[in-house]
């Protein structure tokens, strides 16, 4: 089979930034098929003080073509997990050649409610957090813990599905304490990240709860102004709760205010995880053999 190289794509449009890159809508010559391309600067992966010395980097930014290429071969590639297709380097850039979703992503689905004064329904949250949990489960039965869970990292595909992404500090296996730096968006962040500790698939729960949070109020539970104050925020487990008396009753009789509550809740072992958010009352009408029938 003759060498992927770039020159085998025409590069169509900008589609977004990513932890470690941008990503590119990019058409295949020879077969006219449409991709996402991630283009990452290879000067990106050099340490500035030792530039041609040390890639400190290295290992984040290729952690995405690994867990893909892990998901492909342990599992008949997830319906919840973006496809991967190629990765190859260039002179300056190397690239990873994954699914395109002409969706978008969750974050821009948000804005737009948002801009429109609109809020998204409470069944098509409960659909969202459902297609979440079937795709944290993929991830986790893999061994993978995604550590940088938000609405920009979730994309809609043609079928109307939600796909993961970006996987540039996700890791594979146990996480040793000397390799835990802090590290994701502020926001999404569990309070055992932020203090150093050892983690486990537990922190893409608590970034659930705070994707939750947010489809319901149009912010994350823990905004602030400052990184530090929402690091404060996190630790004190200050969450800017709406008003109960303010809120449709259809939320609050839905139970998922207590949902959001027991997936935030800052100790790991008992936070809500696959089995027992799935059993909430607020996931009680969810048939999850046919979840991929309805489209978010």
């Known amino acids: 089979m ?12 900008p ?5 470690y890159g941008r990503v590119y809508l990019a058409r295949k010559k020879s077969t006219k098929d449409i991709y996402a391309i991630k283009v990452i600067k290879k000067q990106y992966l050099y340490n500035h003080k030792n530039v041609g010395k040390t890639l400190t980097n290295e290992p984040d930014l290729l952690a995405e073509r690994t867990i893909m290429k892990v998901l492909m071969e342990n599992n008949e590639q997830s319906p919840f997990i973006v496809n991967f297709y190629y990765s190859f380097a260039g002179k300056r850039y190397l690239y990873i050649v994954m699914e395109y979703c002409p969706g978008g992503s969750l974050d821009c689905l948000l804005a737009e409610k948002l ?13 969202i957090a459902a297609e979440s949990i079937l795709a944290l489960s993929d991830l986790h039965h893999n061994k993978i813990v995604h550590r940088d869970l938000k609405p920009d990292n979730m994309l809609i595909d043609k079928c109307g599905h939600l ?3 970006d996987f540039g500090l996700s ?6 304490e000397s390799e835990i730096q802090v590290r994701g968006t502020p926001d999404y962040l569990a309070p055992e990240l932020l203090l150093g500790m050892p983690h486990t698939e537990a922190v893409d729960y608590w970034s659930l709860g705070c994707i939750v949070f947010e489809l319901l109020f149009g912010c994350p539970p823990f905004n602030d102004d400052t990184p530090e104050y929402i690091f404060d925020n996190i ?3 200050r969450i800017n709760w709406v008003d109960e008396r303010l809120l449709p009753p259809e939320i609050v009789a839905s139970g998922v205010l ?9 100790n790991p072992e008992t936070r ?13 009408g969810v048939d999850w053999d046919k979840v991929l029938k309805e489209p978010v």
Do not use: Q, Y
């Not at 801009?115 to 659909?127: L, Q």
């Not at 890791?171 to 040793?176: G, L, R, T, W």
């Not at 809500?272 to 009680?284: D, Y």
């Open 171 to 176: 890791e594979i296996d146990e996480i040793e």
């Open 258 to 266: 207590n949902f959001v509550d027991r997936l935030l809740d800052p």
């Open 235 to 237: 630790l004190s487990r």
């Open 15 to 19: 589609i977004s930034r990513g932890a």
């Open 272 to 284: 809500l995880n696959e089995v027992t958010a799935k059993e909430h009352p607020f996931m009680s």
């Open 163 to 165: 796909k993961l992404t």
């Open 2 to 13: 003759p060498k992927i190289k770039i020159s085998d794509f025409e590069i169509i449009k």
């Open 115 to 127: 801009e429109n004064g609109e809020a998204f329904d409470i069944d098509v949250v409960r659909h």
